[in-house]
């Protein structure tokens, strides 16, 4: 099977912060998981660049659009490469191959009669760059509810496009197809907008100077910078090697771009007879020590905040807290050291951490390999927790996955308990249950160790080595069965996983 997965692209004229970290960073964990069940993976994020802003900071910064749009497209890819991000491909708006597609599909849209010449009169989100009708400005207070900076009257010639033709398409789609926006709470919000009404919407603008992709056959119009930067899930894979992805199994994006994703990529889509994506996934927020992220506040977690944990830490560490308490669902979640230090010592250091590491040590000291077993006790709720985790997978569920998996290392932790291996180690007719408990304990290490690849890849690995494997060998959800550890395997050099938080503050 096929599986193509996206980021939004984000915009070029910020610097990466957590938020953009936290979409790639689920999409790259995705996109690791569905490599490990064996399946054909394209993983695509990359950056927005056409925005008009791009051309004001590039002016202050006193660099061409280009120039500082390519300056901080690498930040990006920067700072997704430090982060253990492996996506297939990176796509810049302003490269050919992109801008190219976008006016051939532009080109198409003209020509579907769903295109006609118009004026503009009305109010202008540029932070988001985002129009807005007079009732929702008013609604605002004419200011951006994203930033709160003051809207921007416009009034200007665009080619508009159809939407209102296309609310009862959309509404039915909704309708037959009830995953096609997730999770569920949005797709009733979006509906509920949909039945409000659909105006037409602006796809290019004038008077914005050169920086952006000229409309084919009217060059004094730049397309609509939403317009143009949707149509990269396409343009990258419109290739006769990728379009086998197409279309993409999902878009994941967060709630203030759904909109765009849910409402006018598909009704462009419809509009060009192409295949639509199977669901638009929106996550939440992160806000940051309890309280909203914004530019006046200056509480981003930003790239050296993410930099001191990652240090601090450990990259498989920040990945696992990201995963494990991010906003995925329709809650937004705080980004707060002392919740950062909680889950590391609770879920990784004391859980998972001491589970391995009293396993295997008990193995090596007790029988110097992984002994035969007669039977097994663990094993039912092993298989029990990795179906539980492979549905809430499918499902885009990670925080439910990443539960499963540590309800069954803490059930393991207690089984340790229950049987007290350094007592039955002590008594010689109790040499067939130490067999069956360690068999037990080692092979729940490999199965866990399979499980958190594609969120902790290094600490798998590293879990693999221990029990005498090869690190870099990557694993696959086939073995995910119980069993597979053959009796007779030597362990490599066993070491703790997580320092302890007083050594690593050091
Ligand atoms: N360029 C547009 C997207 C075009 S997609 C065809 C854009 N860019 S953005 O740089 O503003 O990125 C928005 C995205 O960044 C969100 O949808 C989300 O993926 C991520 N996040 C930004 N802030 C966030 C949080 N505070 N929390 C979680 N994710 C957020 O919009």
Known sequence: ???????????????????HVYTTTIADIFARYHRLCGDDVFFLTGTDEHAAKVVDSAAQHGLTAQQWADQNAQAFQD?????????DDFIRTSQPRHKDKVQQYVGELMKTGDVYLGEYEGWYDAGQEEYLTESKAKEYDYKSPFNGKPLVRKKEKNYFFKLSRYAEPLLKLLADQPDFVQPDIRRNEVANRIREGLNDVPISRTGGGDWGIKVPGDEQHVI???????????STVDTPDRIKYWPANVHLIAKDILWFHAVIWPAMLLALKRPLPRQVYAHSFWIAEGQKMSKSLGNFVDLEKIDHYVGKYGLDAFRYFLASNGPLGTNDSDFAEAKFVEVYNANLANDLGNLVNR?????????GEVPAATGSQLRPEAEKMIAAYRDCMAQLDLTGALEHLRRYITRANQYVEENAPWKLAKDPTQAGKLNDVLYDLAESVRLISILITPVMPTIAGNIR????????????MEEARWGLLAAGTKLGTIAPLFPKLDQAKK
């Open 465 to 476: 080595a221990q029990l005498g494997g090869t690190a870099g060998v990557v694993p696959s």
């Open 1 to 19: 099977m096929k599986f193509y997965v996206s980021t939004p692209i984000y915009y070029v004229n910020d610097r990466p912060h957590i938020g």
């Open 224 to 234: 609509y910078v939403w317009i143009d930067a949707l149509i990269n899930y396409l």
């Open 359 to 367: 396993s295997l040590s008990m193995v090596q000291r007790y029988r």
């Open 79 to 87: 700072t997704f490469q430090k982060l253990g991000i492996a996506n």
